[in-house]
């Protein structure tokens, strides 16, 4: 680096995001993340003792996963070196391996290699590094919002401690907001003030994201005139609502948050608990989601969990999702809300999903079975010759059912369906214990 270089980085510094300007020098100055970094932790320990091994950094934005990877290179005696997987390629990673083989070959100094968002890397990316990773060339850090165990190779994960972030805690939050105002690399030489209301709101709507809750603190300082009386700026309750105009909602529609609240939806609704069921509904909604996938799950709802204990819950829930079509938001948030209730009101039963799943699994193991002779068709001409002869026609029979084989010779004594006692499922049972004439044990 050159003294112009040199020159430009200092000024960056002083230009960038207060975010930024924030993040944590060492160990002690990071906020939150005690259940991986308290004194007796082993990611602390590893970290002081500068003997880190490679490691996976997961959690939602704004958690402190690039903060932490900062701190490390602050402290270990290893070359530090950084990439972003959403810009960067095989041919960095090259360049940074074959310095590292250099400087571990002839001055015996390892590197830790950084990669941001490494969920982005395809998977020949990611196996790329598998074998450096493997014979020690370098210690790979990887920071990834989104779940390891889906978006990186196995390989990798297996000569990798994970180790998962949590969003921070409120209190943690209002701390970083106060160093942020006062603190010489933060606003201090603004000379503002912030009351305990608006960092107490500004806390509460971050929902544990310390980025979110700094833009919103720099975006007030600087867009607030001064107090004609004191010269300074003050942030009050009034600025901070207007800095935070929406709730920070944790709801990626591409991500693992994505699927832990649709699952925690359905989940609810199968469980019979229509609060639990709104509220996650609720969140969906004003985060963005598309309204066709959440009737949909509905839909698979209403036959998965409910099925024919109320057949009625397919229809409304179908009937919901045509109407969502035609209809759009805001309006859909009632009427899917309409279905969402329905569905977690009903009386459940998967009966009907054990019969498809053994079913199916009958097919795959006597997938070529006969037809009995008796149902096959015969309204062609040679039918009889065939022997297509014998069936017996339901309606000429009382109650409009009469016995015979329908199953094929080897799956005559099999029972797919087998009703539950739950709502509407009770009455069939009743029903087929009339027309079959069997008798209560």
């Known amino acids: 680096m050159d003294i112009f270089d040199f020159m430009r980085a200092e000024k960056n510094k002083g230009d960038s995001p207060l975010a930024r300007r924030m993040r944590p020098q060492k160990l002690e100055d990071i906020v939150g993340q005690e259940h991986i970094l308290a004194k007796d932790r082993l990611l602390y320990r590893i970290i002081k003792a500068d003997k880190l091994s490679s490691i996976i950094l997961y959690g939602p934005p704004g958690t402190g996963k690039t903060s932490l990877a900062k701190v490390i290179a602050n402290t270990t005696s290893a070359n530090f070196k950084e990439i972003n997987a959403t810009t960067s390629g095989k041919k960095d990673m090259e360049e940074i391996v074959s310095k590292a083989k250099d400087d571990l070959r002839m001055f015996d100094r390892k590197t830790i290699l950084f990669v941001d968002e490494i969920h982005r890397f395809n998977k020949a990316q990611q196996d790329y590094l598998l074998p450096y990773v493997e014979d020690g060339t370098v210690i790979l850090i990887g920071a990834t919002t989104e779940n390891p165990y889906f978006e990186v190779n196995g390989a990798l994960l297996s000569r990798s401690n994970i180790f998962e972030l949590k969003p921070l805690a409120k209190e943690d939050i209002k701390k970083l907001i106060r160093n942020a105002v006062y603190d010489e690399r933060g606003m201090?030489?603004?000379?503002?003030?912030?009351?305990?209301?608006?960092?107490?709101?500004?806390?509460?709507?971050?929902?544990?994201?310390?980025?979110?809750?700094?833009?919103?603190?720099?975006?007030?300082?600087?867009?607030?005139?001064?107090?004609?009386?004191?010269?300074?700026?003050?942030?009050?309750?009034?600025?901070?609502?207007?800095?935070?105009?929406?709730?920070?909602?944790?709801?990626?529609?591409?991500?693992?948050?994505?699927?832990?609240?649709?699952?925690?939806?359905?989940?609810?609704?199968?469980?019979?608990d229509p609060d639990a069921a709104v509220f996650y509904l609720a969140k969906m909604i004003y985060a963005g989601e598309s309204e066709r996938f959440i009737a949909r799950r509905i839909m698979i709802c209403a036959c998965e969990d409910v099925g024919n204990a109320d057949p009625n819950a397919i229809v409304v829930a179908s009937a919901c999702a045509q109407a969502v079509e035609r209809v759009g938001y805001p309006e859909s948030q009632i009427i899917l809300a309409h279905a969402?209730?329905?569905?977690?009101?009903?009386?459940?039963?998967?009966?009907?999903?054990?019969?498809?799943f053994s079913a199916m699994d009958a097919v795959k193991k006597y997938g070529n079975t006969e037809v009995p002779d008796h149902l096959k068709d015969a309204h062609y001409k040679g039918a009889k010759d065939l022997g297509h002869t014998g069936y017996k026609y339901a309606h000429d029979y009382p109650n409009h059912y009469v016995e015979q084989q329908y199953l094929p010779d080897n799956l005559v004594n099999e029972q797919f369906y087998i009703p539950s006692d739950n709502g509407y499922e009770k009455n069939i049972t009743e029903w087929f214990k009339k027309i079959k004439g069997k008798k209560d044990e």
Request: charged fraction near 30%; aromatic fraction near 6%.
């Open 188 to 272: 201090a030489s603004y000379d503002a003030e912030i009351t305990e209301e608006a960092v107490d709101f500004l806390a509460d709507m971050a929902e544990g994201d310390a980025r979110h809750a700094l833009n919103a603190v720099e975006l007030g300082v600087l867009s607030t005139e001064r107090d004609e009386k004191t010269g300074k700026i003050l942030i009050d309750l009034k600025v901070a609502e207007e800095c935070v105009q929406r709730r920070k909602i944790r709801y990626d529609k591409e991500g693992d948050n994505h699927y832990d609240i649709i699952s925690a939806f359905i989940k609810s609704m199968r469980g019979s």
């Open 340 to 356: 969402a209730t329905y569905v977690a009101t009903a009386p459940k039963s998967n009966s009907v999903v054990n019969a498809i």
